[in-house]
């Protein structure tokens, strides 16, 4: 499984923008980008996923670099409920029926 | 409806137990999931259900057991547990393989 790498913690503002990083150097052309979350006593939560070019949804926008090397979850205005730990995951759907599995994560605290 | 359900929300057993956990949705999902969670660890994926049929097992131990009685229905019977398995269960669905899953709030479990 092609593995991706996370800071342990991030902290941010309330109302501010948040980026968190992801690296992913050793990704194959098959992988898409995925991100969940999962906030305290809760089960993960899907956030959004992409595969070459930038994303933007509802909750957040996803920026993919050139060479798929490293991408970067966008929270435009984080709010205390955005308080979570935030998994960014490559998923290959022709492989093992695509199957999710999850690193350490990023432990995104945010301040008032 | 959007979401997994699971039941139940906390179950104490002992280690000559019999027990089950259930998992429901009702989105059409074809590929479901079951995830054990430590505390402060991430999701470990242990069993994989694509249309039904068992297609991934993570090498979980035999006192696990899966089914899937039905689309919109998994449970995972527990037997001889022992107390390093309390943690939280997790169940999860998705459409297809390159879906975003929808994961319940889990069954947490303590083994005594």
């Known amino acids: 499984d092609a593995k991706t790498t996370q800071p342990n913690s991030m902290e941010s503002n309330e109302e501010e923008p948040v980026h968190l990083p992801c690296n992913h150097s050793t990704i194959s052309g098959t992988d898409y980008i995925h991100w969940y979350r999962q906030l305290p006593s809760q089960g993960p939560e899907y956030v959004i996923h992409?595969?070459?070019s930038n994303v933007n949804n509802r909750m957040a926008s996803l920026a993919i670099a050139e060479d798929r090397k490293s991408s970067t979850l966008i929270l435009h205005r984080a709010t205390l409920r955005d308080a979570a730990v935030y998994y960014c995951?490559?998923?290959?759907?022709?492989?093992?029926?695509?199957?999710?599995?999850f690193g350490q994560g990023t432990e995104l605290s945010v301040k008032p | 409806d959007t979401e997994v359900t699971q039941t139940p929300k906390h179950l104490v057993m002992g280690m000559t137990n019999k027990k089950s956990l259930k998992c429901e949705q009702h989105?059409?999902?074809?590929?479901m999931y079951w995830y054990k969670q430590k505390a402060k660890k991430p999701p470990e994926l242990m069993f994989v259900?694509?249309?039904?049929?068992?297609?991934i097992n993570e090498s979980v131990p035999s006192r696990f057991s899966p089914e899937c009685p039905n689309s919109s229905l998994l449970n995972l019977h527990l037997h001889a547990l022992q107390p390093e398995d309390s943690a939280l269960y997790l169940c999860?669905?998705?459409?297809?393989?390159?879906?975003?899953?929808?994961f319940g709030s889990g069954t947490r479990l303590t083994v005594v």
């Open positions: 259900y694509s249309y039904e049929k068992l297609s």
């Open positions: 992409g595969l070459t």
């Open positions: 995951i490559l998923r290959d759907p022709y492989n093992q029926g695509g199957k999710l599995i």
């Open positions: 989105m059409g999902h074809r590929a």
């Open positions: 999860a669905s998705a459409l297809g393989p390159s879906h975003g899953y929808t």
